[in-house]
Structures are given as structure tokens and as C-alpha cells.
């Protein structure tokens, strides 16, 4: 028996601390236009944000290598490290991304409204309007959204190039 209760330890141990498995990604650039003014988060999983909470009462014991990107009284429910990704955000901190350690990319563009759909609200940083952005008085399209005004405009066109032919 006390040899199952020594090999379960030493592979708690060697596991390490679960906040070693997670990273802040880089969003400095996301944050350049981005004007938060309200709190909160949402992730990838339901899971994970399951594992989230948010505990005003007292300060948390986050390790500082995540306290750029997660709000100062932020818990863990469980000490589980999340398997997708978190936008977490705050007139504070900004539009933060905290993602698996193990993740290469930062993509900080899936926490903020760059593919903006209704069904999006409240699950990405409120960054305001992203399809465009005045620059010197003047609406500067984005280069991805020029993509997607065309991919729309051609759709519509094929719909009614098919219901002209069809009647």
C-alpha cells in the first residue's frame, strides 16, 4: 500500500506546478486600439472556463509569470491548468490571452472582435468595432476584411444569379 502512495507522490512531484503548463500570450499589438471598459473572460472550452473564478474578497496566489494576463483576484477552482485557451479582460490589463505553455502561437486576434458575428458577443474582448477603424478621418479597411466584403459580395451574386435562373 505505502508503495502506490509513493509512486502517486513522485508523479504529483514530477509534474510540477499546473501553472507551469500555462502562458500569457504576447498582445501588446491587439492592445494598441483596444479600449476596454468593462471585466471578464471566456474561453475556448466550457471546461475551462469552468476552472476560472473570480474571487473580489481577497487577492490571489497567481505566479507572476500570469498576472499580466489574468485579473488580480482570479482563482482556480481546481488546481487543473486549462487545455484550450482564455480571453481574459479588464480596463487594467487590456485584452489578455492566457493559453497551454506548450501553445507556439500567440493568435491574440481570437480574443478580439477581428471576425466580428453577433454570436461572438461576450466571448472576445470588447475591443470595439475591428472591421474598421478611423485613421486621420478617413475609414481605413483592414486587409482580411477587404477578403471577406468580396467573399460576401461574390456569394450574393452567385444567390442571385441561381434564383434568376431557377424561376
Not at 486600439?33 to 474561453?43: N, R, Y
Not at 475591443?127 to 456569394?155: A, D, V, Y
Request: hydrophobic letters at 35%; a neutral charge.
Amino acid at each position: 500500500m505505502w508503495f502506490i502512495f509513493a509512486l502517486i507522490a513522485t508523479i504529483q512531484y514530477c509534474k510540477g506546478n499546473f501553472y507551469d503548463e500555462m502562458s500569457c500570450a504576447n498582445c501588446s499589438r491587439v492592445n494598441e486600439k483596444c479600449e476596454i471598459t468593462t471585466t471578464g473572460w471566456s474561453c475556448d472550452y466550457d471546461f475551462d472556463a469552468n476552472l476560472l473564478i473570480d474571487n473580489s474578497n481577497k487577492s490571489s496566489d497567481i505566479p507572476e509569470s500570469l498576472s499580466k494576463c489574468m485579473l488580480p483576484s482570479m482563482e482556480f477552482k481546481k488546481k487543473k491548468a486549462i487545455i484550450g485557451y482564455c480571453c481574459i479582460w479588464s480596463p487594467k490589463i487590456g485584452c489578455q490571452k492566457l493559453k497551454k505553455s506548450d501553445e507556439d502561437e500567440d493568435l491574440c486576434y481570437r480574443c478580439t472582435r477581428a471576425i466580428w458575428s453577433s454570436a461572438m458577443e461576450g466571448t472576445t474582448c470588447p475591443c470595439g468595432n475591428w472591421f474598421m477603424h478611423r485613421e486621420n478621418s478617413e475609414i481605413m479597411l483592414k486587409p482580411w476584411n477587404i477578403l471577406f466584403i468580396t467573399q460576401g459580395m461574390l456569394l450574393i451574386i452567385i444567390n442571385l444569379w441561381v434564383l434568376r435562373n431557377k424561376y
